[in-house]
């Protein structure tokens, strides 16, 4: 464990603190775009940057209209229409439904998709806020159970279809960014890029080292003071996900706070005295749906589900300003200031 004693500004919820290239094979290549309801910043290195950017872009501009359930030219909107029938697909859908499911089932349920109609109950699609009464999320929980989601591949074809018990309706809401973010990483590879990162609104993503071969430095936003950061780490190439209820939420006229991940077990927002989770792991789409699975666990679930499984590290921050952090990240992680109390979580 270091202290901080030097930092650069945060851009967006986590910063990438990086020296500007001075020769032409590092020369900085950056583009800022909008897509998925968020503002995202792609930066590449090197000869081939401009061109693996433009194909991320690319890549992320073909998914955001094919993922978005409110979109009535996507998929993911016809299959929850469907109201029990089969819905064809495209292969990046498919992909992206058993990778859910896989979190689904590590997870216990705390990943769930299919959460999607009691989101928009709460108002938490289209701003009109409202707190539902607790018949109608009871009868919304009714349709939650993502295990009765099947896939059937026709592989000469190369063609899947998707049914869905009528009522189910999902949303890749909690995973789709990251899995956007390993599809544009995997275009900057494929364009001969070796150093560069993705920052799709927030959810952070690295390919390779710095150009100078040392590890990218990424400040955690501090969730209870936005303007600042709670620490740094170094990482290599890898994801880096944070999530939660303080930029999404609405308070009623008696002051509740009512944030936007939900217990997909209860239907209620979730309020467990965690903040934030961060996770860091290879796979951005596992990192994404972590950080809202870990959350809704809750900080004693969390730790035991990090000792349990492992394959990523993460950081928990809690009301009672404590920062837990794994002991993976022990050696890369930076405290900054005196505001929280931290700690390091093992895996035994």
């Known amino acids: 464990m270091k202290k901080l004693t030097r930092i650069l500004p945060i851009l967006l919820c986590v910063c990438l603190l990086i020296p500007l290239a001075g020769c032409s094979d590092n020369e ?9 309801n968020t503002q995202m910043t792609l930066k590449a290195y090197g000869k081939h940057g401009e061109e693996g950017i433009n194909a991320a872009i690319g890549m992320i501009n073909m998914l955001n209209p094919l993922l978005d359930p409110e979109n009535e030219l996507s998929p993911v909107y016809d299959m ?3 109201k029990g029938a089969g819905t064809a697909v495209k292969s990046q859908v498919v992909e992206l439904l058993k990778k859910s499911k896989q979190m689904y089932d590590e997870t216990n349920k705390a990943f769930n998709p299919a959460v999607y109609p009691i989101v928009k109950a709460w108002g938490f699609i289209n701003s009109s806020y409202r707190v539902p009464k ?3 999320i009871t009868e919304l929980l009714k349709f939650t159970d993502f ?6 591949d026709f592989p000469e074809k190369d063609s899947y279809v998707v049914k869905m018990p009528s009522g189910m309706q999902i949303s890749f809401a909690a995973i789709a960014k990251g899995y956007a973010s390993n599809l544009a990483i995997a275009e900057l590879k494929s364009a001969g890029v070796k150093s560069a990162f993705v920052s799709l609104g927030g959810n952070i993503q690295t390919l390779g080292n710095k150009p100078d071969g040392s590890k990218w430095r990424i400040a955690i936003q501090d969730p209870q003071n936005t303007s600042t950061h709670l620490g740094v780490i170094s990482v290599g190439e890898t994801a880096i996900v944070t999530s939660g209820g303080y930029n999404r939420y609405f308070e009623t006229p008696d002051g509740k706070r009512y944030i936007h991940i939900l217990n997909p077990s209860s239907g209620m927002p979730v309020d467990n005295g965690l903040i934030s989770v961060t996770i860091v792991c290879p796979d951005g789409a596992k990192a994404d749906a972590l950080s809202t699975a870990l959350y809704v666990m809750g900080e004693k679930k969390a730790i035991n589900y990090y000792k349990k499984v492992g394959g990523f590290e993460m950081i928990l921050v809690n009301s009672d300003n404590e920062v837990i952090v794994s002991n993976g990240l022990y050696a890369d992680f930076e405290e900054n200031g005196n505001t929280y109390k931290y700690s390091y979580a093992g895996t035994s």
């Not at 900085?28 to 998925?36: A, R």
């Open 28 to 36: 900085l290549h950056e583009k800022q775009i909008f897509s998925m």
């Open 80 to 82: 929850n229409k469907a």
């Open 134 to 136: 607790e018949e109608e």
């Open 147 to 152: 295990s009765r989601l099947s896939i059937t």
